[in-house]
């Protein structure tokens, strides 16, 4: 079955939603000057929340970038975090010293659909997922470093997916689109944020149906690892 994560969690109630509406992964937001950026007060409320009231609680996932070492892990300990995505340019041995299991997004740009373009992101993917790393692939968009609702190329997840590789699929995806970008794409995981936004906040509407749409059963074609 098709994994889901559900990011930018800001407030309990959303986190809830998901939770019980059955995400996997639950992202909140440390990074700096982001919309979405939680504080350390706020995360715990929402780990607490989801861990005291869901059955089967999702792992909650820290989404960083490019900060200090000792800050996050210092926020994963005082959040009591599963995870962490790291969404900047850590390099491997950044990677190698974080305190939790680490998702490593690495940002494919528009013009990543030839052959050579295709052989490099696999390779990147290949490094990392033999460390014992997950990968996101997301969408490069300049200045940002996730959250842009901006797709790319399904395609080019879909050649990763038939070399063998594991991964998530972020960037532009929503409720109406999620099922398509599976059947397209052959990912892992799927991952979104501001596809279940209305006018910028949460939408629990949209948070459930499209964790209905990725789990639907002609769409389930990975099994539970």
């Given amino acids: 079955m098709v994994k889901v994560k559900i990011d930018g969690l800001q407030r309990v109630e959303d986190a809830l939603v998901a939770a019980e509406a059955g995400a996997d992964f639950i992202g909140l937001v440390f990074v700096p000057n982001r919309r979405r950026r939680v504080t350390v007060a706020q995360a715990r409320r929402v780990v607490d929340a989801v861990r005291e009231q869901s059955g089967s609680p999702p792992k909650v996932v820290g989404i960083f970038a490019d900060q200090p070492i000792n800050e996050v892990n210092e926020t994963v300990a005082a959040c009591r975090l599963d995870m962490v995505q790291l969404c900047g340019s850590e390099s491997p041995e950044y990677c190698g010293q ?39 692939l997301d969408r490069m968009v300049e200045g940002l470093q996730g959250g842009t609702g901006v797709a790319f190329d399904w395609k080019v997840a ?33 991952d979104v944020s501001s596809g279940v936004e209305t006018e910028g906040v949460k939408d629990s509407d949209k948070i459930r149906r499209f964790i209905a749409e990725a789990r639907q059963p002609k769409l389930a074609i990975h099994e539970e690892s």
């Fill in 98 to 136: 974080m305190a939790v299991a680490v998702i490593k997004v690495l940002h494919v740009s528009a013009d990543s659909t030839t052959h050579e373009a295709i052989e490099v992101l696999s390779e990147r993917v290949r490094l990392i997922t033999g460390q014992g790393h997950m990968v996101t």
């Fill in 158 to 190: 879909a050649a990763i997916s038939g070399q063998g590789h594991k991964y998530i699929l972020a960037g532009g995806l929503t409720p109406e689109n999620v099922g398509e970008a599976i059947q397209t794409a052959s990912p892992w995981g799927v």
